[in-house]
């Protein structure tokens, strides 16, 4: 669960990379035995106090494999690989909630919702 500092539009931001290597599916996986494709994903938020929270939750939710799940992907339409988990990501820096960045002012308090309803408060 690296996480860089990044100052893009001399916003302070953080970078969080996720990184989910291939592998066999488990008993709870949808094909258990069955191989899956991993992902590097990277996500943004706002360096301050509400999107250092945030991140906390982000951290115990992956340790606790909330953030991903192994499934058919939207884009792409392909089986048995590593999708997000109903957890919002900004995906980009700038673009607004159209293209899963920045400004979206109610994306924390969104997420944060998400991630109570998984039980991190």
Request: glycine share 10%; charged share 20%; hydrophobic share 25%.
């Amino acid at each position: 669960f690296p996480i860089e500092q990044c100052s893009p539009n001399e916003a302070p931001t953080f970078e969080i990379t996720y990184t989910i290597p291939s592998g066999i599916q488990g008993p709870l996986n949808p094909c258990p035995g069955q191989p899956y494709t991993g992902t590097v994903r990277k996500a943004y938020l706002p360096n301050n106090s509400e999107g250092k929270y945030v991140l906390q939750l982000l951290r115990r939710a992956f340790e606790d494999q909330h953030v991903f799940t192994i499934g058919k992907s939207t884009t792409t339409g392909t089986d048995n690989v590593v999708t997000w988990n109903d957890i919002h990501h900004k995906t980009n820096i700038t673009g607004g909630s159209e293209n899963f960045g920045y400004p979206d002012p109610t994306y924390l308090l969104r997420v944060r919702q998400e991630l109570s309803d998984k039980g991190y408060t």
